[in-house]
T-cell receptor, first 111, second 113 residues
Framework: GESVGLHLPTLSVQEGDNSIINCAYS??????FIWYKQESGKGPQFIID?????DKRQGQRVTVLLNKTVKHLSLQIAATQPGDSAVYFC??????????FGSGTRLLVRP | NAGVTQTPKFQVLKTGQSMTLQCAQD?????MYWYRQDPGMGLRLIYY???????DKGEVPNGYNVSRLNKREFSLRLESAAPSQTSVYFC????????????FGDGTRLSIL
C-alpha cells in the first residue's frame, strides 16, 4: 500500500460536490474494513467501518460501499467541504485481527 | 479527551544511539499497537499487545523491542538506531483485539543520521 508521500493518487473536487474515493483490497478472506482520514502532521482518524456481511453503511455525510466480488471498497463523501482535504486510507482485517493499510488517496477540495 | 498520547513529537538521533518512544491511552483500551509510516508505503505494524501482559511481533519487528508497562502505556524501544528506521511512528489502541477500529496518536517523527 501507499502511505502519505509525494506520489499519492490525487482526487480534486469542487467544494459542494460529492467525492468518491476507491480502494482495492487484497485478501478475499478479510472480514472487516475501515476508512481513515489523515491530515498533515496528524495520525489517522477513524471515519467509518463495515463488516463483510454488509455491502453498504452510512454515516454523517459519508457512505462506504463494499463489493466483495471484485474486492473493492469505496468511500463517498457528500457535499465535500474544505475541511475534508486530507489523505484517505482504507484498511482491511482478516481473522488474524491485523490491520493491513491500502493505498492512500489525497483529496483536494477546490473553493 | 486526550485519547492516545505519544512523546516525543520529534526526535533526531545519531546512528547507534538508543531511544524509547512513549505511548499512553486514556480510553481503558485493552489492545495497543505500534506502526511505522514511510513515504511511499502504507502503515506497517511493528509490534502489538492484545492485552496487558502480552506482546507479539507484527510485520516489521526487527530492530525494535516493546514493553506493555500497564494497561495504559506501551513503549517502543530502538536499541541501536539505524538510518533505515527514520520514519513516523504511530501508536494506536482499540477496546480489544478484533473487528474494531483502532484509534491513533499523532505520531513521533524520528530522524536517524
Amino acid at each position: 500500500g501507499e502511505s502519505v508521500g509525494l506520489h499519492l493518487p490525487t482526487l480534486s473536487v469542487q467544494e459542494g460536490d460529492n467525492s468518491i474515493i476507491n480502494c482495492a483490497y487484497s485478501n478475499s478472506a478479510s472480514d472487516y474494513f475501515i476508512w481513515y482520514k489523515q491530515e498533515s502532521g496528524k495520525g489517522p482518524q477513524f471515519i467509518i467501518d463495515i463488516r463483510s456481511n454488509m455491502d453498504k453503511r452510512q454515516g454523517q455525510r459519508v457512505t462506504v460501499l463494499l463489493n466483495k466480488t471484485v474486492k473493492h471498497l469505496s468511500l463517498q463523501i457528500a457535499a465535500t467541504q474544505p475541511g475534508d482535504s486530507a489523505v484517505y486510507f482504507c484498511a482491511e482485517m482478516d481473522s488474524s485481527y491485523k490491520l493491513i493499510f491500502g493505498s492512500g488517496t489525497r483529496l483536494l477540495v477546490r473553493p | 479527551n486526550a485519547g492516545v498520547t505519544q512523546t516525543p513529537k520529534f526526535q533526531v538521533l545519531k546512528t547507534g544511539q538508543s531511544m524509547t518512544l512513549q505511548c499512553a491511552q486514556d480510553m481503558n483500551h485493552n489492545s495497543m499497537y505500534w506502526y511505522r509510516q514511510d513515504p511511499g508505503m502504507g502503515l506497517r505494524l511493528i509490534y502489538y499487545s492484545a492485552s496487558e501482559g502480552t506482546t507479539d511481533k507484527g510485520e516489521v519487528p526487527n530492530g525494535y523491542n516493546v514493553s506493555r508497562l500497564n494497561k495504559r502505556e506501551f513503549s517502543l524501544r530502538l536499541e541501536s538506531a539505524a538510518p533505515s528506521q527514520t520514519s513516523v511512528y504511530f501508536c494506536a489502541s482499540s477496546p480489544r483485539e478484533g473487528y474494531q477500529p483502532q484509534h491513533f496518536g499523532d505520531g513521533t517523527r524520528l530522524s536517524i543520521l
